[in-house]
């Protein structure tokens, strides 16, 4: 037996590979760079973990020493790049209860925890490192890791690398620097979602030439959902399929919106029914979304109502119907969503609830999140100017001279998350007490551009319309639109 399936056997207890993982695993080894495009819960971690634990245990069986001072040598590590800091504590608590050297590195950790890793690290332990890319804006980490040999870099969502997808973050378009700075070491990029045009950007921004990087492309069909729309014209409508489908479908289920205010009405109406059910959404506190989840995880039959916050680390085999009660804004995460139905390969039933009204929301939100180039200018000399009446008074001082009297926009909160994940401000964002670090990106000052993604983003709006109004087969909507032979 090879010592891959060996760690296959004894720490994953998988007596085989699924699709195409033995390729994509073999490939990592021998050292070429792959993308993987892979479904929900199909198992696309163990595609970088194996490699990296494979990778640690042939330097020590070759001798390389491990001793608790700064090796001689610099020993092996894997860095794994993930924008979810939610999920690095759950990836590495299972990877050390396999007896894995693991660990993640993120701004939950307190500054003393933080430095004993950092340490760690340096003398040449764990064999696997979580970590977000805004990690790498820190010269002290940057210290920690010269001193290993970097001998592969994971890219999980790798989608966010791209401003073409639908979930970008900045600090991801300087991988490709951060994987030079790193040696150019084997580079694997993972997502469950990605376009051809994402793909090839992917790619792009990565550093890495066309020609050397093998795609893996698992498709995206489930057999085993069923996916349907259904036509509706008022919330009563919505509610009255919300409570028919849980009655008629045993099992776990999770119903989306996209406003924080609707969930709770549909939460109220669901009470005053007696019909249990747990709610969740990016406002609660982080201890009480925690306990939600593991809740849901952990015990039989749960309904949730939730925003799109919920679902990164919801690993569930069984959850039999995921109802959308609003229109999603793109068909990627449409299908991420749907994708947390049926893991285990039994029958489950997604339906999407579309109201006309739902449009000019998804429109409201999108340009919320697409502020153009004047208003970050507007915000940064707010930022800059009035720094000590923003720190004693608050975004609700700062809201009311940047929106006047539209109080309900929400364009500063997007302004201020940008400025943060660019390094533009430091500090916090709730309560808002931040320090100006630097000058606005030409990113963010680019007319042309913004526009641009303002328009990718009506697009995205656009083909998920098309999506609910089509009368084919849906599931050959979204190969075609995937690019799915």
């Known amino acids: 037996m090879s010592l891959s399936s060996d760690i296959l056997f004894n720490l994953f207890g998988h007596h085989g590979y699924r699709g195409s993982q033995k390729k994509i695993i073999e490939r990592v080894l021998s050292g070429g760079h792959s993308l993987i495009i892979m479904p929900t819960g199909m198992g696309k971690s163990l595609c970088y973990q194996l490699p990296a634990i494979v990778l640690a245990e042939r330097s020590r069986l070759d001798g390389m020493p491990m001793e608790t001072t700064l090796p001689p040598v610099r020993t092996p590590l894997t860095l794994v790049i993930s924008p979810l800091i939610a999920l690095m504590k759950d990836q590495v608590d299972a ?18 925890e933080r430095v004993l890793r950092y340490q760690q690290i340096a003398l040449g332990h764990f064999d696997l490192v979580y970590v977000t890319p805004e990690r790498f804006r820190k010269s002290d980490f940057w210290e920690v890791v010269a001193k290993r040999e970097i ?20 600090d991801y378009t300087r991988v490709g620097e951060i994987r030079h700075r790193l040696g150019n070491p084997t580079t694997i990029a993972l997502t469950a979602t990605a376009t051809p045009e994402v793909q090839v950007d992917i790619i792009k921004q990565l550093n890495l030439e066309p020609e050397t990087v093998e795609l893996f492309h698992e498709g995206i069909d489930r057999p085993n959902l069923e996916l349907n ?3 509706v014209w008022d919330d009563d409508a919505k509610y009255e399929t919300i409570v028919r489908v849980r009655k008629n479908i045993e099992g776990s289920g999770i119903v989306y919106f996209t406003l924080i205010r609707k969930l709770m009405e549909f939460s109220d109406r669901l009470w005053a029914d007696k019909i249990p059910h747990l709610i969740y959404h990016g406002d609660l506190p982080r201890s009480r979304r925690k306990s939600l989840q593991e809740s849901f995880m952990s015990e039989p039959g749960h309904l949730v109502l939730a925003t799109n916050a ?27 969503e749907i994708g947390r139905a049926g893991r285990d390969g039994k029958f489950s039933q997604c339906v999407l609830l579309y109201d006309e009204r739902d449009l000019a929301t998804q429109m409201e939100f999108m340009n ?7 208003f970050y200018q507007r915000v940064y000399d707010f930022l800059k100017n009035e720094a000590e009446k923003i720190n004693a008074f608050g975004i609700d001082w700062l809201r009311e001279r940047i929106h006047y009297k539209q109080k309900h926009d929400r364009r500063l909160e997007t302004a201020l998350a940008m400025m943060d994940r660019w390094g533009v401000i430091e500090g916090t964002l709730q309560p808002l007490k931040v ?11 680019d007319h042309a551009g913004l526009a641009d993604k303002l328009k990718r983003d009506q697009s995205k709006l656009l083909t998920m319309l098309q999506y609910v109004k089509h009368q084919g087969d849906r599931k050959q909507y979204i190969h075609d639109y995937f690019g799915i032979n």
Request: hydrophobic share 35%.
């Open 95 to 112: 990877l050390v209860e396999k007896g894995v050297d693991a660990t993640f590195i993120n701004s939950s950790l307190q500054r003393s």
């Open 151 to 170: 001998v592969l870099l994971a890219v999980d969502e790798a989608h966010c690398i791209s401003e073409w997808g639908h979930d970008f973050r900045p």
């Open 229 to 231: 729309v259904e036509q």
């Open 310 to 336: 919920f679902g990164m680390g919801v690993d569930k085999e069984d959850i039999r119907y995921v109802l959308h009660a609003d229109l999603p804004g793109s068909l990627e995460s449409y299908y991420q």
């Open 368 to 374: 919320w999140s697409n502020p153009d180039a004047g």
């Open 435 to 445: 320090k100006v670090m630097s000058e606005l990106p030409e990113h963010l000052k």
